[in-house]
């Protein structure tokens, strides 16, 4: 089971390199190439400022994700809780320091961009809870002293960022934490007791809920009950991707987003945008592409000898599910509407760099798939 | 602290994939649950969803049309169109509506209840559709409004087109027009789908009939716009039509003559072309001012109006109802003869008054007329002969030729106001009243009293028939083509002529039919005659009102139709009209038709408790008569120059 330390330290770049999973590599570079389009389109056609920044991002990020995945998944695994902790940090910097926008206080201000911690958060949190877990032996697990730390690290960040507030991240962000847990085998009946604790203690939430949170649920519920005010976007959305058809109304031509009938079509209804201008073609093919990207991180964490890249990747894996589910969920009136961007597709620097990061230490993985963590 | 024995990191590896195989299977179902969704949204309810993105890309303005325009026969307008200042507001283009709303209640002294009319109805339309605040604005309201334009988002001055009729003496020929109400729109159609604000529609008169056709077609811009309401490009436009423009039959110069004539008196008067049926003047007096109605009318001067003892509001030509009295003798006359029941030889003698089982019948001369011939009972008006007639001729004789010669039936198309009148015989009153008719009720027939009620206009078309030698015509007042063109008089012109010649063409056509109303010509002569000697020769009723220049001489017929009988008591005082109360004094009643050398028109004058047709009617129709010669001329010229290229 012990690999020979010199066969993990004697890969040649060439080899890192062969080792880099193509497939993966490519499929974000299309989907990328995806988003640029759909993004001109947002823009009206013009090759304007949201298009020419999302493409730099993209290009810069994806970079940093190829510089990443070369960076030994031993030192992700010995600076994970370093990680968390700065993560940490710049969350509660945001508490102090952060910039407010229309209504909510997300941002830190880094010059250069804005950044949204909460969004690396979702990737500290899965980086923590792995190194943790890999640590925890198997018996443990489902010890009450052993789930002491993972739910404080869980619950911490997700208050801080329900209270922004950002219901949509903070769900996203436990969701890619509970799936560590779970996948370490902590114990299907704390599962359960859980979710009668979470659903007990619901009325109490709502009760803390904001209005808008509260209009948006009951907006969910019945998207007609107010339909020029909350229920706008969710009627549109539908509308939008309904009217698309099955071949859609072509590129540049979706009245709905050109019109601006549709709302936030830069960030979280891009998928509407895409969806009304190629229809159920196109909106089948998107989907096909991030279920193989899943599906590719999902073989990384197959291949990874070490369980933290396993707890990693399948982490991650289900992360990236959770974060396309729930972005798809929402514009085709599936969910409430909570704010959540769609991997890559999306506008927004944090969140292309969190998901950047994200892949980086997948690949990590599997260019030292053979290497023990410790 | 921790163990990091190999068993346990293989025992981990295993629970790890365990619990990753069950992720992946929640996994493959939400995401076939997002497929499933994406199917029906985008395949099962495509189309649903199309049709709802159109709707929130495109909208449509309406344009209302402008009204047709409705001429006189020489060309001037009687309904015509007007520039008038509106003031719309527009509800997507203001900030704060309640505000708006405010200011300009203070700026033009809008009254509360309108302003809470204005409110309800912003609520129910589209917030992009205008309300009307103001159709109709004043000059210094307009320039009010401009002067605080800036301050107000979202009010916009408007100018439009209004309906505006040039001259009140046709006010009950033409209508008006007014604001479309709740019940228009229930009962017509082309209005519901016009669907246009502010647009207004016929109420009475001509305005009414031809509504639908004088309206116009709705034209629309239909426009993308983007989610506030921005027009983003045109997509479609269609201007619409302006309403059909008409011409009417009626002289205006001899309408307005005729109703200054009358001046406040309850009367009407009708002239008629004998041949080819067109009303050259129609009026009833008194008369009101339908421009009161287009922009919505004053709560007083409705007041005024239906309060009004003479009801201006009605159309008395076409819509009063009034016992022919001795106008009808031409008929019973006529009918007479055509029936061989009397000869024209024949000689009765008038003692003032008949007596039949028991009750007695009274001529107006109360000392009687002596031997009377048919030609003089007529020319006198003899009421004892007439009885004599009616009572070997039977009033079911009377009633056929009277309906022959147009009495009982509507002559127009035109008018929804038009009445019937009633033509009374045996069956009318078995079927009507429910009883059996008396001998007695057929003497009160045959001078035109009793259950008799004519308008004026029927009483004007009998004249022309009888005038134009006993043929049917067809009244109008509408030009509406060259084939309803009634060519009756070339017709009797060319048999006059030529009597043995094969007919030109023109005639044959089969819009034309020539439908004589008489059995033998010499009787409707005979009854033309008596009519010239009862307004040209010594003792006539209408003597006193005769024309003497040769080209303008006419041939009438008195009449007076009783409001109330006479009692005994005021026979034997020997009553003037004039003394008695005004709502029981007889109407005055005349018809005539002129010149006697070569008859071109009938006329019918009513005078509403005016006492005798000698005094009261018959005088004007002289000087309506007159009038009408007179333009003669210039309506002969004006068919060739303007009538026949318009129509």
């Given at each position: 089971m012990h690999q020979p330390r010199y066969i993990q330290s004697s890969i040649s770049f060439a080899d890192k390199i062969k080792s880099l999973d193509f497939v993966l590599v490519s499929s974000i570079l299309v989907l990328g190439i995806i988003s640029m389009f759909a993004m001109y389109s947002t823009d009206g056609g013009q090759f304007n400022y949201h298009t020419k920044s999302h493409i730099m991002r993209f290009g810069i990020f994806f970079i940093m994700f190829l510089f990443i995945s070369f960076i030994p998944i031993r030192l992700w695994f010995a600076t994970s809780a370093l990680i968390y902790i700065f993560f940490f940090i710049l969350l509660l910097g945001v508490k102090y320091y952060g910039l407010e926008s229309s209504g909510s206080q997300r941002w830190l201000n880094f010059y250069f961009m804005n950044l949204q911690p909460s969004e690396l958060m979702k990737i500290g949190l899965i980086l923590f809870l792995a190194n943790y877990y890999h640590r925890v032996p198997a018996k443990d697990v489902s010890k009450l002293k052993f789930l002491f730390i993972p739910i404080l690290v869980l619950i911490a960040p997700v208050l801080l960022v329900i209270t922004q507030p950002d219901l949509g991240t903070s769900i996203l962000i436990a969701g890619g934490g509970v799936t560590v847990v779970w996948l370490a085998g902590v114990r299907v009946k704390f599962f359960a007791y859980m979710t009668i604790l979470f659903i007990s203690l619901t009325p109490i939430a709502i009760s803390f809920l904001k209005p808008y949170q509260k209009a948006r649920i009951l907006t969910f519920l019945n998207p007609d009950r107010d339909p020029l005010g909350a229920g706008y976007q969710i009627i549109q959305s539908k509308i939008a991707i309904g009217s698309g058809g099955f071949f859609g109304k072509g590129f540049l031509n979706g009245s709905q987003s050109y019109l601006d009938f549709l709302p936030e079509k830069h960030t979280d209804f891009i998928f509407t945008l895409f969806s009304e201008e190629f229809g159920f073609f196109g909106s089948l093919s998107i989907l096909l592409l991030y279920i193989l990207i899943i599906h590719r991180i999902v073989k990384i964490g197959d291949e990874t000898r070490s369980n933290y890249g396993k707890l990693y990747c399948y982490s991650f894996a289900t992360a990236f599910f959770i974060y396309v589910a729930v972005n798809m969920g929402m514009v085709l009136g599936l969910l409430p509407i909570v704010g959540a961007p769609l991997p890559i597709m999306s506008y927004g620097g944090s969140s292309m760099l969190s998901i950047m990061l994200g892949l980086g230490v997948t690949m990590s993985c599997k260019i030292y798939k053979d290497m023990p963590v410790n | 602290m921790i163990n990091f024995s190999g068993e346990n990191t293989v025992s981990k590896t295993r629970m790890i994939s365990r619990r990753m195989f069950l992720l992946s299977a929640a996994k493959a179902a939400v995401f076939l649950g997002i497929v499933g969704r994406l199917v029906?949204?985008?395949?099962?309810?495509?189309?649903?969803?199309?049709?709802?993105?159109?709707?929130?890309?495109?909208?449509?303005?309406?344009?209302?049309?402008?009204?047709?325009?409705?001429?006189?026969?020489?060309?001037?307008?009687?309904?015509?169109?007007?520039?008038?200042?509106?003031?719309?507001?527009?509800?997507?283009?203001?900030?704060?509506?309640?505000?708006?709303?405010?200011?300009?209640?203070?700026?033009?002294?809008?009254?509360?209840?309108?302003?809470?009319?204005?409110?309800?109805?912003?609520?129910?339309?589209?917030?992009?559709?205008?309300?009307?605040?103001?159709?109709?604005?004043?000059?210094?309201?307009?320039?009010?409004?401009?002067?605080?334009?800036?301050?107000?988002?979202?009010?916009?001055?408007?100018?439009?087109?209004?309906?505006?009729?040039?001259?009140?003496?046709?006010?009950?020929?033409?209508?008006?027009?007014?604001?479309?109400?709740?019940?228009?729109?229930?009962?017509?159609?082309?209005?519901?789908?016009?669907?246009?604000?502010?647009?207004?529609?016929?109420?009475?008169?001509?305005?009414?009939?031809?509504?639908?056709?004088?309206?116009?077609?709705?034209?629309?811009?239909?426009?993308?716009?983007?989610?506030?309401?921005?027009?983003?490009?045109?997509?479609?436009?269609?201007?619409?039509?302006?309403?059909?423009?008409?011409?009417?039959?009626?002289?205006?110069?001899?309408?307005?003559?005729?109703?200054?004539?009358?001046?406040?008196?309850?009367?009407?008067?009708?002239?008629?072309?004998?041949?080819?049926?067109?009303?050259?003047?129609?009026?009833?007096?008194?008369?009101?001012?339908?421009?009161?109605?287009?922009?919505?009318?004053?709560?007083?001067?409705?007041?005024?109006?239906?309060?009004?003892?003479?009801?201006?509001?009605?159309?008395?030509?076409?819509?009063?109802?009034?016992?022919?009295?001795?106008?009808?003798?031409?008929?019973?006359?006529?009918?007479?003869?055509?029936?061989?029941?009397?000869?024209?030889?024949?000689?009765?003698?008038?003692?003032?008054?008949?007596?039949?089982?028991?009750?007695?019948?009274?001529?107006?001369?109360?000392?009687?007329?002596?031997?009377?011939?048919?030609?003089?009972?007529?020319?006198?008006?003899?009421?004892?002969?007439?009885?004599?007639?009616?009572?070997?001729?039977?009033?079911?004789?009377?009633?056929?030729?009277?309906?022959?010669?147009?009495?009982?039936?509507?002559?127009?198309?035109?008018?929804?106001?038009?009445?019937?009148?009633?033509?009374?015989?045996?069956?009318?009153?078995?079927?009507?009243?429910?009883?059996?008719?008396?001998?007695?009720?057929?003497?009160?027939?045959?001078?035109?009293?009793?259950?008799?009620?004519?308008?004026?206009?029927?009483?004007?078309?009998?004249?022309?028939?009888?005038?134009?030698?006993?043929?049917?015509?067809?009244?109008?007042?509408?030009?509406?083509?060259?084939?309803?063109?009634?060519?009756?008089?070339?017709?009797?012109?060319?048999?006059?002529?030529?009597?043995?010649?094969?007919?030109?063409?023109?005639?044959?056509?089969?819009?034309?039919?020539?439908?004589?109303?008489?059995?033998?010509?010499?009787?409707?002569?005979?009854?033309?005659?008596?009519?010239?000697?009862?307004?040209?020769?010594?003792?006539?009723?209408?003597?006193?009102?005769?024309?003497?220049?040769?080209?303008?001489?006419?041939?009438?017929?008195?009449?007076?139709?009783?409001?109330?009988?006479?009692?005994?008591?005021?026979?034997?005082?020997?009553?003037?009209?004039?003394?008695?109360?005004?709502?029981?004094?007889?109407?005055?009643?005349?018809?005539?038709?002129?010149?006697?050398?070569?008859?071109?028109?009938?006329?019918?004058?009513?005078?509403?408790h005016g006492g005798s047709g000698s005094s009261a009617a018959a005088p004007i129709a002289k000087q309506v008569i007159q009038k009408v010669l007179e333009r003669h001329p210039s309506r002969e010229i004006n068919y060739n120059t303007f009538i026949e290229k318009s129509i």
């Open positions: - | 029906y949204l985008q395949i099962n309810e495509s189309n649903r969803y199309r049709t709802l993105s159109d709707k929130n890309r495109f909208r449509e303005w309406k344009l209302a049309p402008q009204r047709g325009i409705i001429k006189d026969y020489f060309g001037k307008e009687i309904a015509s169109n007007e520039k008038v200042y509106q003031l719309h507001i527009t509800p997507e283009n203001t900030q704060n509506i309640e505000e708006i709303f405010f200011r300009l209640k203070n700026i033009l002294n809008i009254s509360n209840k309108k302003i809470a009319y204005l409110k309800k109805k912003a609520t129910k339309q589209k917030p992009w559709e205008p309300i009307i605040v103001s159709d109709n604005l004043s000059w210094s309201e307009f320039s009010r409004v401009n002067l605080f334009l800036h301050e107000l988002p979202g009010v916009e001055p408007v100018v439009s087109v209004a309906r505006v009729y040039p001259d009140k003496s046709t006010a009950h020929i033409v209508g008006y027009v007014s604001q479309i109400s709740k019940k228009d729109l229930e009962n017509k159609k082309y209005l519901r789908d016009m669907a246009v604000t502010g647009i207004a529609v016929g109420k009475t008169g001509l305005e009414k009939k031809l509504d639908q056709d004088i309206i116009g077609n709705v034209g629309f811009q239909r426009y993308e716009v983007n989610a506030y309401g921005k027009r983003i490009k045109q997509i479609q436009t269609d201007s619409g039509q302006e309403g059909k423009n008409y011409i009417s039959t009626i002289d205006l110069e001899v309408q307005k003559f005729t109703t200054k004539l009358l001046g406040e008196r309850a009367a009407s008067v009708c002239v008629m072309d004998i041949y080819n049926g067109d009303v050259i003047t129609m009026v009833s007096s008194p008369s009101y001012d339908p421009n009161a109605f287009v922009h919505g009318i004053k709560k007083k001067y409705w007041k005024d109006l239906i309060g009004h003892r003479d009801k201006p509001l009605s159309n008395k030509a076409i819509a009063g109802l009034y016992p022919p009295g001795s106008t009808i003798k031409t008929l019973v006359a006529l009918s007479a003869l055509e029936n061989d029941i009397f000869s024209t030889k024949k000689s009765v003698k008038c003692t003032g008054y008949i007596d039949l089982y028991g009750e007695r019948f009274h001529c107006w001369k109360k000392k009687g007329h002596g031997w009377m011939t048919m030609r003089s009972a007529i020319q006198r008006s003899c009421d004892v002969y007439f009885y004599e007639v009616a009572k070997k001729l039977g009033v079911d004789r009377i009633s056929e030729t009277a309906k022959k010669f147009g009495l009982g039936k509507k002559l127009f198309e035109d008018f929804y106001e038009e009445r019937s009148g009633i033509v009374p015989n045996t069956k009318w009153k078995k079927k009507f009243i429910g009883k059996n008719w008396y001998l007695g009720e057929t003497l009160h027939s045959g001078i035109g009293q009793g259950y008799f009620q004519t308008t004026p206009a029927q009483l004007c078309l009998m004249t022309a028939q009888i005038a134009n030698g006993g043929y049917e015509i067809k009244p109008r007042i509408i030009l509406k083509d060259k084939k309803s063109n009634n060519n009756l008089r070339d017709y009797i012109t060319f048999k006059k002529n030529y009597p043995n010649d094969l007919l030109p063409n023109y005639l044959l056509s089969t819009t034309f039919k020539v439908n004589p109303l008489f059995r033998n010509q010499e009787n409707i002569n005979f009854i033309k005659d008596a009519m010239y000697a009862s307004t040209n020769e010594i003792g006539g009723t209408s003597y006193a009102s005769r024309l003497k220049n040769k080209n303008f001489i006419f041939a009438g017929k008195t009449g007076s139709s009783q409001v109330k009988r006479f009692t005994a008591l005021q026979r034997k005082l020997e009553v003037k009209q004039k003394d008695i109360e005004y709502k029981s004094r007889d109407h005055a009643l005349f018809i005539a038709f002129a010149p006697v050398s070569e008859p071109r028109y009938a006329i019918s004058v009513v005078v509403e």
